[in-house]
């Protein structure tokens, strides 16, 4: 039975070794803490926009591999927790498609959550926002290292993990979701929850599309949107 076969069989069964998570959680935590201590996008109010962009590209592609090497040691393959495959131009459009509805959807349900919590959007989340040519490059950059890596770490990695520990694939959306928000500590608690709750909504796209490639471009459109046109409108 091939890697493949063994996760379709069995679908709560975890791809890495309990400890291995844990490593991965706390890691995810502990970057999120000193976050929420600085009160800024990590690393920007130290070394300035460009090095702190650098320094969360550098950590997420240091946690993918940790994850990778953790999976390798189960025999699955990175391809596996993505999911999806694009054999023609018309899947690409469709997952497009498909993030750019998810999109739309998200902001209705997040817009009305932000309304009802009174959450107002404070200087650490502008903190993070680029200006300038060289600032939207290295900005456009780590967007598109978040929509991956992100992606993989806590839909296809953590959701699947907790999805074993839980025995449900609702605990596995659930707590990704939360473990999501948690990282965000820079944002402070209103918009961690916030995140939680567009977090598990990333998990129910991927568990509804058996693959994380609409998220990863929702991910990704979310986040250079944000991030080009937040300057422009506060």
């Known amino acids: ?6 996760l379709t069989a069995k ?6 070794p309990a400890w291995h998570t844990v490593v991965v ?6 970057i999120s803490f000193m976050g929420s201590r600085t009160r800024s996008f990590p690393g920007v109010s130290a070394y300035g926009h460009i090095v702190g ?18 999976i390798r040691r189960r025999g699955i393959a990175m391809s596996e927790l993505v999911g999806g ?12 498609a498909i993030a750019i509805g998810f999109l739309i ?14 959450a107002v959007q404070n200087p650490a989340i502008r903190s993070m926002f680029p200006h300038g040519p060289a600032e939207i490059f290295f900005y456009l950059l780590l967007v598109a290292t ?32 939360l473990v999501f928000g948690a990282s965000h500590g820079y944002q ?24 994380l490639r609409p998220g990863m471009i929702a991910h990704f459109l979310q986040d250079g949107l944000g991030g080009l046109l937040g300057p422009h409108l506060h």
């Open 1 to 6: 039975m091939t890697p493949t076969q063994a």
């Open 11 to 16: 679908p709560h069964q975890p791809v890495a």
């Open 25 to 30: 959680v706390v890691l995810m935590l502990g």
């Open 53 to 70: 962009y650098l320094l969360v590209m550098v950590v997420e592609w240091v946690t993918v591999a940790f994850i990778w090497f953790g």
């Open 85 to 96: 495959k694009w054999a023609r131009p018309r899947a690409v459009l469709l997952d497009v």
């Open 105 to 118: 959807i998200a902001a209705l349900i997040l817009n009305g959550i932000q309304y009802l919590l009174k």
């Open 146 to 177: 978040a929509g991956f890596c992100e992606e993989l770490i806590f839909r296809g990695y953590l959701q699947r993990q907790f999805n074993a520990l839980t025995h449900a694939a609702a605990g596995g959306i659930v707590l990704q979701g």
């Open 188 to 211: 402070g608690w209103k918009f961690m929850l916030i995140i939680a709750v567009f977090g598990m909504m990333f998990g129910l796209l991927a568990y509804w599309r058996r693959s």
